[in-house]
């Protein structure tokens, strides 16, 4: 069974950077399509992007741009890399492992981490 475990998230001013990173354990990462999502408080589950096990990205509208998805299958690890970030990107960001980059649904995803918190002051 595939366990993902994020790490990264903070307090960073708006305009600023962070790096997210997702690292799997108990299997390998390498076949599957790796999504990322967030949920702001009181608000469901948003897809932000994800990439195929190839290394083809798929991003939301509101990232695009800023935003950018990597993956080392060397390492089993997958990031995000947040720029420009602004207050609206304050969230829980999670990882997710999937079939298909194109998914955009939490439903479509099978394992998921735990979450790690993003804050973004203005």
């Known amino acids: 069974q595939v366990q993902l475990e994020e790490s990264g998230g903070g307090l960073v001013q708006a305009g600023g950077s962070l790096r997210l990173s997702c690292a799997g354990s108990?299997?390998?990462?390498?076949?599957?399509?790796m999504g990322w999502f967030r949920r702001a408080p009181g608000k469901e589950h948003e897809f932000v992007g994800a990439?195929?096990?190839?290394?083809?990205?798929n991003y939301a509208d509101s990232v695009k741009g800023r935003f950018n998805i990597s993956r080392d299958n060397a390492q089993n690890t997958v990031y995000l890399k947040m720029s420009s970030l602004k207050p609206e990107d304050t969230a829980v960001y999670y990882c997710?492992?999937?079939?298909?980059?194109?998914?955009?649904?939490?439903?479509?995803?099978?394992?998921w981490g735990q979450g790690t918190q993003v804050t973004v002051s203005s």
């Open positions: 108990g299997g390998t990462l390498s076949t599957y399509a």
């Open positions: 990439i195929s096990w190839r290394g083809s990205t």
């Open positions: 997710a492992a999937g079939r298909s980059y194109y998914y955009t649904k939490r439903d479509d995803y099978e394992h």
